[in-house]
């Protein structure tokens, strides 16, 4: 290549930068009050069930969860997780739960896969048998798994809640929307096989006992559905949290006894 080619193909890329940021400018995500943010943040019980029924009633129709299996909603920290059973697979509403799925296992003893309700260990089935499939029924688009997206993302959380709502804006110019694809800022280029999903009405809470009444507006849906993938991103991190915590008190007070003893050795001694 030629100097002169060189600084022609350069001038070029110069020029289309600019032009290119502009057609598919991604807004950032808008931040939100998270309750698991930060170092002593934790996940409201609650919220987590109505984000797993938000998952299970809404998301689950396209996207899998391959990393969790049933078992991890019943355990500390989880949805359903209740003291009086510390094994999440004697839980019963997790079990409850499993059942209502439909497992391909097998093969059998001559070679056939077959059907069985759900147990706690099994992994939440993906909604499509391969890819393949996953496409052709999304127009040629791969919806993602969901176990890891939240950390999978630059600041996953608002990114998601932000994705989510962020729908019913006007294509910039230059943007063609064609049949089967949307216009969303938050997305990469703007432009994604997803429609909208968390329209008003798409699932009704049941308020649970002694809990308070919450309606399901889009925001509360989204906001319900991110701290629950939140939460499957990262099971153990509430527990991991406690834990640091309790080994910084535990230096800090070695440290006092540290020093304590330490002129305790010495008081005697002219320095
Ligand atoms: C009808 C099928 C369908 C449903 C239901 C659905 N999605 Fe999607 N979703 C898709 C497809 C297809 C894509 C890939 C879009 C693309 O790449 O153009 C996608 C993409 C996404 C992405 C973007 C991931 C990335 O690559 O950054 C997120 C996040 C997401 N979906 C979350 C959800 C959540 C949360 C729900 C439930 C509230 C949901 N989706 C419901 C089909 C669906």
Excluded at 79 to 107: C, H, K, L, M, S
Excluded at 108 to 127: H, K, V
Excluded at 133 to 149: F, H, K, Q, Y
Aim: net charge negative; hydrophobic share 35%.
């Amino acid at each position: 290549m030629t100097i002169t080619r060189i600084l022609a193909v350069s001038a070029a890329l110069l020029v289309s930068a600019p032009a290119l940021a502009a057609e598919g400018e991604q807004h950032h995500p808008e931040q939100h009050d998270w309750t698991f943010a930060g170092p002593f943040g934790t996940f409201d019980r609650d919220q987590l069930q109505r984000g797993f029924q938000v998952y299970q009633e809404v998301c689950a129709a396209c996207h899998g969860l391959d990393m969790m299996s049933f078992r991890n909603l019943g355990e500390e920290g989880g949805p359903f997780y209740d003291p009086e059973y510390p094994n999440p697979n004697d839980n019963e509403v997790v079990r409850w739960i499993a059942e209502q799925y439909v497992i391909t296992d097998g093969p059998d003893d001559l070679g056939e896969m077959f059907e069985r309700p759900g147990i706690p260990a099994d992994s939440f089935p993906n909604p499509y048998p391969n890819p393949q499939a996953a496409r052709a029924s999304n127009g040629g688009a791969l919806p993602p798994d969901l176990s890891l997206i939240v950390n999978a993302r630059h600041d996953g959380a608002n990114y998601v809640r932000s994705l989510l709502l962020g729908y019913g804006h006007e294509a910039p110019e230059g943007v063609t929307v064609r049949p089967g694809q949307y216009y969303n800022p938050y997305f990469p280029g703007g432009l994604l096989a997803m429609g909208p999903q968390l329209t008003e009405g798409r699932v009704s809470y049941t308020t649970p006992e002694g809990g308070e009444e919450v309606e399901a507006t889009p925001e509360q849906m989204a906001e319900d559905v991110v701290a629950f993938l939140a939460w499957a991103t990262d099971p153990h991190a509430t527990e991991r949290k406690r834990t640091g915590l309790i080994v910084l008190i535990y230096m800090l007070i070695l440290c006092g006894l540290t020093w304590f003893a330490y002129r305790q050795v010495w008081s005697n001694q002219e320095h």
